[in-house]
Protein backbone atom coordinates (compact mmCIF):
# COMPACT_ATOMS: atom_id res chain seq x y z
CA UNK A 1 0.00 0.00 0.00
CA UNK A 2 1.05 3.47 -0.92
CA UNK A 3 1.70 6.03 2.04
CA UNK A 4 -1.11 7.94 -0.26
CA UNK A 5 -3.49 5.20 0.54
CA UNK A 6 -2.17 4.73 4.06
CA UNK A 7 -3.29 8.16 5.02
CA UNK A 8 -6.35 7.67 2.91
CA UNK A 9 -7.01 4.61 5.03
CA UNK A 10 -7.29 6.22 8.46
CA UNK A 11 -10.19 8.80 7.17
CA UNK A 12 -12.96 6.46 7.98
CA UNK A 13 -16.65 6.53 8.16
CA UNK A 14 -18.03 6.19 10.97
CA UNK A 15 -19.94 2.86 10.80
CA UNK A 16 -16.45 1.33 9.90
CA UNK A 17 -14.94 3.38 13.14
CA UNK A 18 -17.26 1.50 14.96
CA UNK A 19 -16.78 -1.69 13.66
CA UNK A 20 -12.90 -1.57 13.93
CA UNK A 21 -14.02 -0.04 17.75
CA UNK A 22 -15.93 -3.47 18.59
CA UNK A 23 -13.10 -5.89 17.71
CA UNK A 24 -10.68 -3.52 19.67
CA UNK A 25 -12.86 -3.42 22.85
CA UNK A 26 -12.69 -7.29 22.45
CA UNK A 27 -9.05 -7.35 22.62
CA UNK A 28 -9.35 -5.41 25.77
CA UNK A 29 -7.95 -1.89 24.09
CA UNK A 30 -9.54 1.30 25.03
CA UNK A 31 -10.64 3.93 23.04
CA UNK A 32 -9.95 7.31 22.93
CA UNK A 33 -11.58 10.35 21.35
CA UNK A 34 -10.96 14.06 20.75
CA UNK A 35 -11.99 16.62 18.00
CA UNK A 36 -11.25 19.79 16.44
CA UNK A 37 -10.98 21.77 13.45
CA UNK A 38 -6.89 21.43 13.50
CA UNK A 39 -6.90 24.23 10.28
CA UNK A 40 -3.45 24.86 10.73
CA UNK A 41 -1.26 22.05 11.97
CA UNK A 42 1.44 23.46 14.31
CA UNK A 43 3.11 21.64 17.43
CA UNK A 44 0.27 22.55 19.90
CA UNK A 45 -1.53 20.60 18.02
CA UNK A 46 1.03 17.24 18.16
CA UNK A 47 1.85 17.80 21.43
CA UNK A 48 -2.05 17.52 22.52
CA UNK A 49 -2.44 14.53 19.95
CA UNK A 50 0.65 12.65 20.77
CA UNK A 51 -0.80 12.51 24.35
CA UNK A 52 -4.30 11.63 24.10
CA UNK A 53 -3.21 8.99 22.22
CA UNK A 54 -1.15 7.74 25.56
CA UNK A 55 -4.02 7.49 27.01
CA UNK A 56 -5.31 4.40 25.36
CA UNK A 57 -4.86 2.03 22.64
CA UNK A 58 -6.45 3.55 19.96
CA UNK A 59 -7.43 7.23 19.00
CA UNK A 60 -10.15 8.53 17.28
CA UNK A 61 -10.31 11.93 16.03
CA UNK A 62 -13.49 13.89 15.26
CA UNK A 63 -12.81 16.60 12.35
CA UNK A 64 -14.60 19.44 11.80
CA UNK A 65 -15.79 19.62 8.16
CA UNK A 66 -15.38 23.01 6.39
CA UNK A 67 -19.41 23.48 6.80
CA UNK A 68 -19.04 22.47 10.45
CA UNK A 69 -15.98 25.45 10.81
CA UNK A 70 -17.89 28.32 9.31
CA UNK A 71 -21.22 27.91 11.69
CA UNK A 72 -18.74 28.00 14.54
CA UNK A 73 -17.45 31.09 12.80
CA UNK A 74 -14.39 31.03 14.19
CA UNK A 75 -13.43 34.13 11.10
CA UNK A 76 -13.93 34.98 8.13
CA UNK A 77 -11.69 33.86 6.44
CA UNK A 78 -11.57 29.96 8.22
CA UNK A 79 -10.85 27.39 7.54
CA UNK A 80 -7.62 28.02 5.93
CA UNK A 81 -7.30 24.16 5.24
CA UNK A 82 -10.00 22.40 3.35
CA UNK A 83 -11.13 18.98 5.03
CA UNK A 84 -8.72 16.71 2.94
CA UNK A 85 -6.02 18.97 3.67
CA UNK A 86 -6.36 18.59 7.30
CA UNK A 87 -7.20 15.14 7.06
CA UNK A 88 -4.44 14.56 5.32
CA UNK A 89 -2.24 15.99 7.29
CA UNK A 90 -3.48 14.18 10.64
CA UNK A 91 -3.42 11.06 9.24
CA UNK A 92 0.31 11.47 8.67
CA UNK A 93 0.52 11.59 12.46
CA UNK A 94 1.13 8.21 14.04
CA UNK A 95 -0.87 9.24 17.26
CA UNK A 96 -4.04 9.66 15.01
CA UNK A 97 -5.37 6.07 14.48
CA UNK A 98 -8.99 7.12 12.40
CA UNK A 99 -10.15 10.49 11.64
CA UNK A 100 -14.20 10.68 10.93
CA UNK A 101 -15.30 14.35 9.68
CA UNK A 102 -18.65 15.58 11.47
CA UNK A 103 -20.88 18.43 9.87
CA UNK A 104 -22.37 19.66 13.29
CA UNK A 105 -20.87 22.17 15.20
CA UNK A 106 -19.93 19.72 18.18
CA UNK A 107 -19.08 16.23 18.34
CA UNK A 108 -21.64 14.93 20.37
CA UNK A 109 -23.64 12.94 18.08
CA UNK A 110 -20.47 10.65 17.51
CA UNK A 111 -19.62 10.63 20.05
CA UNK A 112 -23.06 9.21 21.25
CA UNK A 113 -22.78 6.73 18.12
CA UNK A 114 -18.94 5.61 19.07
CA UNK A 115 -19.29 5.28 22.50
CA UNK A 116 -15.53 5.82 23.51
CA UNK A 117 -13.88 5.07 26.84
CA UNK A 118 -11.91 8.46 27.35
CA UNK A 119 -12.41 12.06 25.48
CA UNK A 120 -10.02 14.47 25.62
CA UNK A 121 -9.96 17.90 25.57
CA UNK A 122 -7.31 20.78 25.98
CA UNK A 123 -7.34 22.27 29.52
CA UNK A 124 -9.02 25.16 28.23
CA UNK A 125 -12.02 23.64 28.98
CA UNK A 126 -12.95 22.33 32.78
CA UNK A 127 -13.91 18.52 32.54
CA UNK A 128 -17.84 18.95 32.99
CA UNK A 129 -18.16 21.68 29.62
CA UNK A 130 -16.64 19.23 27.58
CA UNK A 131 -19.13 17.94 25.04
CA UNK A 132 -20.24 14.57 25.33
CA UNK A 133 -18.46 14.22 29.12
CA UNK A 134 -21.80 12.79 30.03
CA UNK A 135 -22.03 10.15 27.52
CA UNK A 136 -18.61 8.97 28.37
CA UNK A 137 -19.14 8.90 32.15
CA UNK A 138 -22.74 6.97 31.91
CA UNK A 139 -20.97 4.27 30.43
CA UNK A 140 -18.15 4.17 33.20
CA UNK A 141 -15.49 6.25 30.76
CA UNK A 142 -13.40 8.69 32.16
CA UNK A 143 -12.58 12.95 31.00
CA UNK A 144 -9.19 14.02 30.52
CA UNK A 145 -8.18 17.64 30.13
CA UNK A 146 -4.48 18.40 28.53
CA UNK A 147 -1.86 20.91 29.16
CA UNK A 148 -1.86 22.73 26.11
CA UNK A 149 1.68 23.57 24.63
CA UNK A 150 2.65 27.30 25.74
CA UNK A 151 2.70 29.67 22.69
CA UNK A 152 1.02 28.42 19.75
CA UNK A 153 -2.64 28.84 18.50
CA UNK A 154 -4.04 28.21 15.28
CA UNK A 155 -5.53 32.00 15.52
CA UNK A 156 -2.40 33.63 16.86
CA UNK A 157 -0.24 32.16 13.84
CA UNK A 158 -2.89 33.20 11.00
CA UNK A 159 -2.61 36.72 12.71
CA UNK A 160 1.14 36.28 12.40
CA UNK A 161 0.95 35.42 9.14
CA UNK A 162 -1.63 38.21 8.27
CA UNK A 163 1.08 41.09 9.29
Do not use: W
Not at 111 to 123: E, S, T
Amino acid sequence: MSFHNQLKSKIVLKDDALRTINGLRLKGKKIVFTNGCFDVLHPGHVDYLSQARDLGGYMILGLNTDDSIKKLQKAPNRPVNNNMARSMVLAALACVDAIIFFDEETPRDLIQFLQPDIIVKGNDYKPEEVVGADIVKARGGTVVTIPLLEGFSTTKLIEKLSN
